[in-house]
Structure formats: C-alpha cells, structure tokens
C-alpha cells in the first residue's frame, strides 16, 4: 500500500507530490492524460509581485508564500533534475489607453500600500522603458502605464517537466492516461479509487488521498461526497516568431499580455471563456490575440502564428481556491480551484497539504480554504467578476 494517491498530474499534483515524497512518503501520482493534457502545461506563467504586508488575508499569505518557495524550488529543480524552469524577475509593464490611464494610477498607490516597488510611466517614460511600444504610444492605443520591476516569469512547461523529473527521483510513481472510475469508501474514509490506466481497471490502495484534478476535481469530488465548484474556463494563447526581439519585459494590456521569450519567441494571451470542458481554440480568438499583438507592437507582430493551444483554469464563486481536508473523509484531502493563480500557489499549497496530511501546523492558515467554508459573496477574483471583464474588454 502506498502512503498518498493524487489524482491529478497538473502542477498542483506534481508539487504536492514531490513534497511528500521528499520528506520520505510512497507516493503514487494519477494523471488524467500525459503532461501537454493540462492547463499548468498551456499556462504562460507570470508572476507578479507577491508582498505580505501586515493583516493581509490568506490568499495575499499563500502567494507571498509561494512565491518565496518558487525561487527555492527552482534552484532545487535545477540542481536535481538539470533542468532549468526559467524562472525570471524580467519586470511587467500594466498599459492603459488615455480612459484607463486613472484606474493604473489607482492600482500603483494599492501596490505601494501593500509594499511593492512601483513606478507610474507617462507616454514618454513608456516608450523609453520599451521602445517597441513607441508606435502604439503614438497611434494612441497607449497613453500611460506602471512599471512592477519586482514581475517574474518562468517556463510552464519546462517546470513541469522538472516537477515530474525530480518526483521520479525522489521515487513517486507518475502513472499517466489514469482515469479515475469509483471511489472505494468505507467508515469515514477512503480505503482506494478505481482507475483505469491503459485500458486495465486497477484499484489503488493508500493511506492518504489527495484530489488535486484541476478544473475535473468539482466532477471528481461527488465520489468523494465533496461538492465545490472548478468551473472550467478557458484561456487560449497563441506563440509567434518574431524577426527579432523587441521586448524585454511582460506587457500586459487589461486582461491581455505579450511575454517575450529569451529565444525571440513572443506570446500572447489570454482570453477568458465560459466553453465547458473543451480545451480547443478558436478562429475568432485567436484573431483577436493577433490583433492586440498587432495594435501593441505595429507591423513587427503581423507574422503567423508559430503555434496556437489552449487550457481550462478551475475557476471558483468567491475566487478562493479549496485546499484542506474533505469533509466527512478522515484521510481524504483536496487541493483545487486556484483559477489564474494555479502555478504562482502551487508551491505553498504544496507544502501546506504536506503539512495537514502529517499533522503539523502550516505557515499559512488554511481556514479561509476549507472545503466546507462559509458561502462567501463573488469578489473581484472570483470567475463571475473575470468573466464581466473580458466581455467588457472585447464589447
């Protein structure tokens, strides 16, 4: 018998994975398809900073949290595993045309409230930053912006290649294309699931569950007598060759951003769409994608694209994610729903399921995660608050 089943092979599942399994567990990780299969692979992984300022909530914690842990981490990763996951402090640059160039003020003063370094950018302060931005600068389709030197960036795939390289080494088991059918339980807990893997039907035994399926986990949960929401919502992104480099920072534009790549890749991203469980793109998104690369960055950008894909973020109603224990279940654990903030947390919800599943004390307080917390009215991260913004932005 192992120690922990995971269901889910996603970054959530892979870390929490690989921390267990460096403290010494059996770890036995199933994974719904092979690696490409999950929105953690499409993620363009961006993260901004991350400050923990005195009373700020859990969620504000977690990140800060895992963001220390993510520099950790990929020191770590490289040192095991070889692999290099590109994490960067390469800066983001938020734009804003002349009507939105306020609301950027705004939210400098808030970062500089929670003690993040921060610069507010006129027109000319922008087109010295990046150059390549003069032209949108002078067509009007940018008037001003902020500068967040503190913004990283690292390499979703390469990452999770490193997660599951150094899971292997640390001697998990990564079982990929194993679909979960059942779940066996009995007197308040979870004696194994049901999985197909390769068309055999095999019942994993183990100590501790962890359901960690990403946007699938809501689906997932009604076996385990757990009902939350991971609403898929799809994010599609596309990837161009540039004939050269022209930009050395993140740029984002409202729900929109450009991430250049250190080889002269560019991408751009990301929509955000309520489609159901179909990780596909589309004409008309992706037109639009090549539109704002275009109205950013002039003639540069109008090459075709190198590759196009697209992933589902589990998003949730109050935008927290559920991390803790499942109720009802002694030995039966869930970590979901972390919507556009997957990859940023999944180092501290990483640790932080370790830490519940062996009985000790967490860093971060992990009661405004419960499965069974208090319903909470939609906050500005939740899927609903998203979901208006992207309609706004695309009326």
Known sequence: MTDCCIIGGGIIGLSIARELAGRGARVRVLARGGRRDTASWAGVGIFPPAPEWAGCGSYA????????????WAVELLAETGIDNGLRPCGGLYVATAAGVDR????????RARGAECHEL???????????LADAIGRGVVAGGILLPAEQSFRSPRHLEALEASCRLRAAVVTHEAAVRDVLRSRGGVEGVVAEVAGTVETVRARHF???????????????????ETRPIRGQILLLQL????????????????????????????TLEDAGFVPETTDAAIARLRMVAHDLLGDVARVQPTRTWAGLRPGTVDG?????????????????GHFRAGLHQSTGTAVLIADLIQGQRPPVDPAAFAADRPPAPPSDDSVAAYLARAAAESA
């Open 61 to 72: 914690a977690l990140t800060a949290w895992s963001d220390r842990l993510h520099r950790q």
């Open 104 to 111: 950027l003020h705004a939210a400098a003063r808030d970062w």
């Open 122 to 132: 006129d027109a000319d302060g922008l087109a010295a930053c990046e150059p390549a």
């Open 210 to 228: 962890v359901l960690a399926a990403g946007a699938w986990t809501g689906t997932l949960g009604e076996k385990f007598g757990l009902r939350i």
């Open 243 to 270: 004939p050269r480099p022209v930009l050395t920072r993140i740029v984002n534009l409202g729900l929109h951003y450009l991430v250049p790549r250190e080889d002269g890749h560019l991408l751009v991203g990301s």
């Open 320 to 336: 927290l994610p559920t991390i803790g224990a499942v109720p009802g279940l002694d030995n039966a654990f869930v970590a979901a």
